[in-house]
Nanobody, 120 residues
Framework: QLQLVESGGGSVQAGGSLRLSCAASRRTKCMGWFRQAPEKDREGVAI???????TYADSVKGRFTISKDNAKNTLYLEMNILKPEDTAMYYC?????????????????WGQGTQVVVSS
């Protein structure tokens, strides 16, 4: 089993920055961040694979950076130049077997989420 605990969410003005963290209870394979805004479907934000390769949603490219500290089993999402449309619940996801992940269904474990609110 695997537990994921997110932290770092909060309220910030447009143009500001936040850093999300996701602490995993054990070593994982691929990990990622997803978000869900009110009345919208959950969408992928960024994914990092075992080899360190990463993918980003077009809407966050150049503004968000995903990284992972394997020694601490912790995933991060550095979010800069935040926009009101980034407002959402952000979820950490991980898998224990998949080396490379691309889609939501590739992840077997999910955190409870951390709220991000960006005001204009």
């Amino acid at each position: 089993q695997l537990q994921l605990v997110e932290s770092g969410g909060g309220s910030v003005q447009a143009g500001g920055s936040l850093r999300l963290s996701c602490a995993a209870s054990r070593r994982t394979k691929c990990m990622g961040w997803f978000r869900q805004a009110p009345e919208k479907d959950r969408e992928g934000v960024a994914i990092i694979n075992v080899d360190g390769s990463s993918t980003y949603a077009d809407s966050v490219k150049g503004r968000f950076t995903i990284s992972k500290d394997n020694a601490k089993n912790t995933l991060y999402l550095e979010m800069n130049i935040l926009k009101p449309e980034d407002t959402a619940m952000y979820y950490c996801a991980a898998d224990l077997t998949s080396l490379w992940c691309r889609r939501e269904v590739d992840f077997g474990y999910w955190g409870q989420g951390t709220q991000v609110v960006v005001s204009s």
